[in-house]
């Protein structure tokens, strides 16, 4: 079957109801506010506060930047587009959507096990703590998070560039990888399995290391003293809240049954995982701990 090439994509977001888009906006354009605020704010209190200057606040800092980059990868388009009655990406727009994506969620991923060895250490090893977290460690640790995220998720996919065809519709709000990888002229088997290959590195190896991590760390806390248990269960309570939602949404999306068409659901999903958790990643990190709302 002949099938022309696309030269951009269009986007067919949630409705094409003018009222309920309009809600919509007001909606999204909330939470990208609170989104912005609470991580601005969350990295402004640990640049700026002393007592602060720890390992563990300073992979907080990279997390909260990153869910500023990862909410506005998504939600400044999606706003013009509730507005707008023309839904359209250009292939460029797109690509840059799609790459800003597995970029930022790799580096997600990679930083909470990060996060996880850092909770390890100062709860199984708190001892040696500011031996093994020395900051030329951590700084090591943060370089291996950017680049290594760079180079399993940017690197690969551009070396096997796609082309999309017509039809260009995409039954979601934001360039999606999975989503537009449906919209390609070839076969989307080797993409597919690219993507899974991917999937399984970004995702299923730091999700596993991070249950290995806590696994190690709830066996030594229930060897030690009832005052300090608390303690320890309450350094790892927030770490361990933002790892459930975001890997449970992010399993849900990349291991869910494969479909020809990209379904409701995904997009329901991928709002979640793209727009909610950004925000509510620092509001669990302060309600949490204390020595942020100090």
């Known amino acids: 079957v002949n099938r022309t090439l696309a030269t951009e994509v269009i986007l067919l977001g949630f409705s094409r109801n003018f009222r309920i888009n309009l809600l919509l906006f007001f909606i999204f354009s ?9 991580n601005g704010l969350m990295v402004c209190i640990i640049v700026s506060s002393p007592h602060l200057h720890t390992p563990m606040y300073f992979f907080l800092c990279n997390l909260s930047l990153i869910d500023i980059f990862y909410s506005t990868r998504t939600v400044p388009k999606l706003l013009l587009d509730l507005l707008s009655s023309s839904r359209r990406i250009s292939l460029l727009a797109c690509g840059v959507q799609v790459y800003a994506g597995l970029f930022l969620g790799g580096t997600e991923c990679l930083l ?4 996880a060895y850092d909770r390890y250490v100062a709860v199984c090893r708190p001892l040696y703590y500011l031996i ?7 700084y090591q640790l943060i370089a291996f998070v950017w680049v290594g995220s760079f180079l399993t998720t940017v690197v690969p996919s551009l ?18 990888t999975l989503a537009v990888v449906k919209l390609s002229c070839d076969s989307t088997r080797e993409s597919e399995i690219v993507v899974v290959f991917l999937t399984f ?33 309450s350094t790892c309570s ?15 999306m990349y ?22 958790i950004p925000m509510i990643n620092p509001l669990i990190y302060s309600l949490k701990n204390k020595e942020v709302t100090k």
């Not at 909470?112 to 996060?115: F, K, P, Q, R, S």
């Open 201 to 233: 590195i970004v995702i299923l190896f730091p999700f596993l290391f991070i249950l290995l991590s806590y696994i190690v760390i709830i066996s030594s806390v229930l060897m030690i003293q009832s005052a300090r248990r608390s303690k320890a269960f």
């Open 132 to 138: 093994v977290m020395r900051w030329n460690i951590c």
């Open 30 to 38: 909330v939470i990208y506010l609170v989104t912005i605020i609470g």
């Open 255 to 276: 291991f869910g049954p494969p479909s020809k068409y990209v379904s409701n659901k995904d997009k329901y999903v991928s709002v979640f995982n793209t727009v909610i």
């Open 159 to 176: 070396v096997m560039p796609m082309r999309v065809c017509n039809p260009n519709q995409l039954n979601h709000f934001v360039c999606e």
């Open 238 to 252: 927030s770490h361990l809240t933002v790892v459930t939602l975001l890997y449970g949404t992010a399993m849900v």
């Open 112 to 115: 909470l096990a990060v996060m």
